[in-house]
């Protein structure tokens, strides 16, 4: 089975940064998806990563570490309208299943 | 162009009532999933279609069917509604290729409400 495990919730300010930490243990791997969800409203895509290492783009970066079975997603120079859930999926090797965490609400404080 | 679209968008149903959730996938999206959300939690899976085969299963009871039409929509049928299955049931579409390293595109979910 597989196991994905993020903060229930984080709060930060306005114009900080905010680093959202997700732990999987997987029996395949085949890519970790971040997704971002605004109350009652459809998850939309951020980032994917396959491979080791950072992926940026604009103000969210996302990195990967396959052997250590960790990514975060980094959210840079906030803004109010930052505040919401962000879902961390992998996918397995078969297939285009995606498992999710609980996700990750982020408050964003003026 | 048009991205996921489900229907209803809302429903409030019976305990014990059958119900049948509609989804159209992106305009030349082969590969439709299913996943319900649980308020407070991460969507779960529970089918994915692929040119109209089942692809993959969930951890869901024989309740939960799923089909998929000639022109790629679907549907998800529950049978024998419980109040536990009060959930937003999420539909998404990939790509064209059913490839891999692709991204699922949701939908706005149909907000089910079990009485």
């Known amino acids: 089975g597989q196991n994905i495990d993020q903060p229930t919730e984080m709060t930060a300010t306005e114009g900080a940064i905010v680093q959202i930490n997700c732990t999987y243990q997987t029996s395949g791997f085949n890519g970790l998806f971040w997704y971002q969800q605004h109350a009652g409203e459809a998850p939309t895509f951020l980032s994917y990563n396959v491979l080791d290492g950072l992926e940026e783009k604009g103000r969210f970066s996302s990195f990967l570490s396959r052997s250590k079975g960790y990514s975060y997603l980094l959210l840079k120079e906030l803004q109010m309208k930052d505040s919401a859930s962000y879902l961390c999926?992998?996918?397995?090797?078969?297939?285009?299943?995606?498992?999710f965490g609980g996700g990750t609400r982020v408050l964003v404080k003026p | 162009d048009a991205g996921v679209t489900q229907s209803p968008t809302h429903l409030i149903k019976t305990r014990g009532q059958h119900v049948t959730l509609r989804c159209s996938p992106i305009s030349g999206h082969k590969s439709v999933s299913w996943y319900q959300q649980v308020l407070g939690q991460g969507p779960q899976f529970i089918f994915q279609y692929y040119e109209k085969e089942e692809r993959g299963r969930g951890n869901f009871p024989d309740r939960f069917s799923a089909r998929q039409f000639p022109n790629y929509s679907s549907e998800l049928n529950v049978n024998a509604l419980l109040l536990g299955d009060s959930a937003l049931y999420l539909c998404?579409?990939?790509?064209?290729?059913?490839?891999?390293?692709?991204?699922?595109?949701f939908g706005q979910g149909t907000r089910l409400t079990v009485v």
């Open positions: 998404a579409s990939s790509s064209p290729t059913g490839g891999m390293n692709t991204e699922a595109f």
């Open positions: 999926a992998v996918r397995e090797a078969a297939g285009n299943k995606l498992t």
